[in-house]
């Protein structure tokens, strides 16, 4: 009898094993196209786990290289545009910390003007990611724009944290980016530097869900 019942158990061991296995990449990138689900799946835009170090400010920037083209795909929440977590999962900045807030994002006169990358480096940056998101609207309504913005110690021009934004609803076209995202991102640094919020803590959320970053935080 020993021998059908250790078959049993190979039998029962192997079913639990596959009821453990990991959900494939193919079949969580399902997040990358769709919003926040009732059933708390994550979103489209929604940072996991901590966030990645760029290489911080540079003296020189190149061009960097960019998503295969059509491999990356927007999200969306109350109609505002996500960008895909796989693609633009956000990067900080290793020259912003929490310990160093006066002398770098808080200070006074300002701080990303002397790090932002030159726009010969960044239109065709631009141009490459556009065509990584398959966005085929007009470039000049469209934001090339950091996830976790230079004002909230994101990095410059790591491809993690850049992506082309597209206008927000409502936009009228030809008038040029004019997102909601940049006034969000306004009142998460003013509540950085006025201690309401860690860096860390405005970074994931803006990360995350940039649409829902105040109301995570608790500052709407």
Known sequence: ????????????????????????????GGRASAGASAGGSQAAGDAAGPLAEGPG???HY???SQPAADSCHYGDQDG???????CT?????????QADLGDTICRKGGYTGGIRPPASVTDAEKRRNA??????????????DHLISLELGGDPND??????EPPSPG????????????????????????????LAQAQQAIASDWVTAESRLGLK
């Open 62 to 64: 190149t061009v960097a």
């Open 159 to 164: 491809p993690r944290n850049l992506w082309v």
């Open 89 to 97: 999962p956000g990067a900080v900045s290793p020259a912003v910390t």
């Open 171 to 198: 936009h009228k076209p030809g008038a040029g980016p004019n997102n909601p995202k940049d006034a969000i991102e306004a009142e998460l640094h003013t509540a950085v530097c006025g201690g309401k919020v860690t």
């Open 131 to 144: 065509a990584s998101y398959d966005f085929t609207g007009s470039l000049h309504d469209a934001e090339y």
């Open 80 to 86: 505002q545009p996500l960008p895909d977590a796989r």
């Open 57 to 59: 400010p540079q003296s």
């Open 1 to 28: 009898m020993r021998r059908p019942v250790l078959a049993l158990t190979t039998v029962l061991l192997a079913a639990a094993l596959a009821g453990c296995s990991h959900v494939s990449g193919d079949a969580a």
